[in-house]
């Protein structure tokens, strides 16, 4: 693809997700695309087939650049670990802290990931939901098996109910706390955006690797993650 074709393909994608993350891609005409496009029709249709398409490609590229990302940390990981398991707390971090930071980096685009991620999690179109599916299917697999092998005590079902509620967990996080701020006379943080990122990413780690250490249900065992440091991952203490 020339150069001059890549760059409209990404103005078209810059200016459908920044529409999107505002107010859904269903209340999105193509006619509002492309005058912030700054293209015709055609140009759309050639890129992308359809509107359809276009949502499509536009979840794919932001999942696509986040779950590179996880991948190259597990893989920096990994090579560092010569065949031995790795600590549960690294794999974590090294899924859950591309996507926390992010999500809450201070530039435009990435403030539309927020919405664009949320409205993914609750929009009922099948093709937004394959899209997801195709681009998390390798990065899932992989951290599946790094967790297994960190946690070989542990049952693969707990793992994978433990991981859903790890996700859920984060979604929220990352969406932010304004309505529970308001609700209990909450006051807001000082922090400059940067270093609360890193704030929320250290209470959002402790959190989690407290929930993959409870104790199994039924038996009231709990689980073989003593390799876990609950006072630091990769160097940053936590709370």
Same mark, same amino acid.
């Given at each position: 693809?020339?150069?001059?074709? *890549? %760059?409209? =393909?990404?103005?078209?994608?810059? #200016?459908?997700?920044? @529409?999107?993350? $505002?107010?859904? /891609?269903?209340? *999105? %005409?193509? =006619?509002?695309?492309?005058?912030? #496009?700054?293209?015709? @029709?055609?140009? $759309?249709?050639? /890129?992308?087939?359809?509107?359809?398409?276009?949502?499509?490609?536009?979840?794919?590229?932001? @999942?696509?650049?986040?779950?590179?990302?996880?991948?190259?940390?597990?893989?920096?990981?990994?090579?560092?670990?010569?065949?031995?398991?790795?600590?549960?707390?690294?794999?974590?971090?090294?899924?859950?802290?591309?996507?926390?930071?992010?999500?809450?980096?201070?530039?435009?685009?990435?403030?539309?990931?927020?919405?664009?991620?949320?409205?993914?999690?609750?929009?009922?179109?099948?093709?937004?939901?394959?899209?997801?599916?195709?681009?998390?299917?390798?990065?899932?697999?992989?951290?599946?098996?790094?967790?297994?092998?960190?946690?070989?005590?542990?049952?693969?079902?707990?793992?994978?109910?433990?991981?859903?509620?790890?996700?859920?967990?984060?979604?929220?996080?990352?969406?932010?706390?304004?309505?529970?701020?308001?609700?209990?006379?909450?006051?807001?943080?000082?922090?400059?955006?940067?270093?609360?990122?890193?704030?929320?990413?250290?209470?959002?780690?402790?959190?989690?690797?407290?929930?993959?250490?409870?104790?199994?249900?039924?038996?009231?065992?709990?689980?073989?993650?003593?390799?876990?440091?609950?006072?630091?991952?990769?160097?940053?203490?936590?709370?």
């Amino acid at each position: 693809m020339s150069s001059q074709r *890549t %760059s409209t =393909r990404n103005t078209i994608l810059d #200016a459908a997700e920044q @529409l999107f993350a $505002v107010q859904g /891609h269903d209340n *999105t %005409s193509m =006619r509002q695309i492309t005058s912030a #496009a700054s293209v015709n @029709l055609s140009s $759309v249709n050639y /890129h992308f087939g359809s509107k359809d398409g276009l949502v499509q490609a536009v979840f794919q590229r932001r @999942l696509r650049a986040l779950n590179d990302e996880r991948l190259a940390l597990l893989n920096e990981l990994e090579n560092n670990a010569k065949g031995e398991a790795l600590k549960p707390s690294h794999v974590l971090e090294a899924f859950f802290s591309p996507l926390v930071l992010h999500a809450c980096s201070p530039g435009p685009d990435e403030r539309a990931f927020v919405p664009l991620l949320e409205r993914s999690m609750s929009d009922p179109g099948g093709f937004i939901r394959a899209a997801i599916i195709d681009e998390h299917s390798e990065v899932f697999s992989r951290f599946r098996q790094a967790l297994l092998k960190s946690l070989p005590d542990v049952p693969e079902d707990e793992i994978i109910w433990r991981f859903h509620f790890m996700l859920g967990a984060t979604s929220y996080a990352i969406s932010g706390a304004e309505a529970l701020r308001s609700a209990m006379d909450w006051p807001h943080p000082q922090q400059k955006e940067a270093e609360s990122a890193q704030v929320l990413l250290q209470r959002l780690m402790s959190f989690l690797l407290g929930g993959l250490r409870a104790p199994l249900p039924n038996s009231g065992a709990v689980p073989a993650c003593n390799n876990i440091n609950p006072t630091a991952t990769n160097g940053r203490s936590l709370p």
